[in-house]
């Protein structure tokens, strides 16, 4: 296990530790701070309580409900009340505890309070720890759809403790794997290796080979996020952050679709199979890579198919992040660890992509 910090060289660089118990290292990056405020998952008042202790500051605990439905407009107001009543000024600091959801929340209240205070991120499942966590994009839902409101804002550092895998329900581990997974296909196969290599130990929390693959995927984000922090429109094989994004242009149609009862990784999971599909039917990737997808995801125990209405869906995806005026992109493979920008595919090419994922 390495404590070596994983840096992310943005516009405010700073670093990503990945290891067991380095939550105790909080108190070197509040120097100078006078109080901390910390927006966690209400049900993780253990680990906010074990945050808090021996730090020399005044701490205000803020709880949030912790999952997909702390991302609203009305908790991210309540924050903001919760930080006013604190007296958090220019010279405190906002923790945002939790998974992605508290992080994406936590990290926007800080980035909106005063304008922007110091945040330090302390991710608590898998998927905060080796995507939403890392890269500094904030943000709530609407009804409308995914993260609408939000915006880029830079932690001051992340602690990513391991430790704090051990209570997370295998569910939410096998919701972040999508995430590490994705970083095998778009970047770097290692992961994809050593993960059907052990699927088990994998999952296994405190395995080193967990650690590992978390290790590698926040290698993985931290390059791309490094390399293009505030997602510029990628043309062709020219690529920045967009990468990142692969499977989510059908994901997020899902999670809204789905009133956001999915988890974001299973829904990520199928995002990436109907990936595939789009770019095996343009002859992009071959057989295998296609039959990759479903075979890795599957041992996940990720969802891989989905039967929903697809006009529904298609008008879902409209409001994707990436589409230009009309026009939806998709972030397609041209091979492992390769991958292009598809620019508003044949309707029919997409309906009949997502036939293929109905069992
Ligand atoms: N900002 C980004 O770049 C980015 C990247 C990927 C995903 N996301 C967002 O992240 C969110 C999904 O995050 P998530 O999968 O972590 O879900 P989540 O935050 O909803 O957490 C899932 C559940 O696990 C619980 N939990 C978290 N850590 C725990 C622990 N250590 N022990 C026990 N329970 C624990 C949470 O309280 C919650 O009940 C989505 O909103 C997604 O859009 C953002
Ligand atoms: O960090 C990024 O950039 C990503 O796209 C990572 C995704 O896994 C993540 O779900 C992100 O929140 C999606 O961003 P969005 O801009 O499509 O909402
Ligand atoms: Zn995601």
């Not at 692969?246 to 899902?254: D, E, R």
């Not at 095996?280 to 209405?309: F, N, T």
């Not at 041209?334 to 293929?356: H, I, M, N």
Request: contains cysteine; glycine residues 10%.
């Amino acid at each position: 296990m390495s404590w070596d910090p994983i840096n992310v060289s943005a516009e405010h660089p700073y670093p990503v530790l990945v290891c067991h118990g380095n939550s105790r290292l909080l108190p070197e990056f509040l120097d100078g701070i006078d109080k901390v405020a910390i927006i966690y998952a209400e049900n993780l008042v253990d680990q906010a309580r074990q945050v808090a202790f021996g730090l020399s500051q005044e701490v205000t605990f803020i709880p949030v409900p912790g999952s997909e439905s702390a991302k609203t407009a009305a908790t991210l107001a309540q924050c903001w009340e919760g930080l006013a009543e604190a007296g958090i000024t220019r010279s405190d600091a906002v923790i945002g505890l939790g998974g992605g959801s508290t992080t994406d929340l936590a990290g926007f209240a800080a980035a909106t309070w005063l304008r922007g205070v110091r945040y330090i991120g302390m991710p608590t499942s898998l998927l905060a720890m080796v995507d939403a966590a890392v890269g500094g994009k904030t943000g709530i839902n609407l009804p409308a759809g995914k993260n609408l409101v939000g915006n880029f804002f830079e932690p001051f550092a992340v602690l990513c403790d391991l430790d704090f895998l051990e209570t997370l329900p295998s569910s939410e581990l096998r919701g972040g794997l999508a995430e590490v997974l994705k970083a095998g296909f778009i970047a770097d196969p290692r992961i994809l290796d050593e993960f059907e290599a052990d699927p088990v130990e994998a999952l296994r929390a405190g395995s080193d080979l967990q650690a590992r693959l978390v290790r590698l995927a926040v290698e993985v984000k931290a390059r791309v996020v490094s390399a293009d922090l505030r997602e510029r429109t990628s043309q062709g094989s020219d690529i920045g952050r967009e990468l990142l994004n692969y499977g989510h242009t059908l994901g997020h149609a899902i999670e809204r679709y789905e009133r956001f009862t999915w988890r974001h990784g299973e829904a990520i999971s199928v995002g990436m199979v109907f990936a595939a599909e789009l770019a095996h039917r343009q002859g992009m990737i071959d057989d295998d890579l296609l039959a990759r997808h479903r075979r890795v995801l599957k041992l996940a125990g990720l969802p891989i198919s989905h039967d929903g209405e697809w006009a529904g869906l298609r008008e879902a995806m409209n409001l994707d992040k990436k589409t230009r005026g009309a026009n939806l992109r998709f972030i397609l493979l041209t091979g492992l660890a390769k991958a292009r920008v598809c620019v508003d595919p044949d309707e029919q090419l997409l309906a009949d992509a997502y036939a293929a994922l109905v069992d």
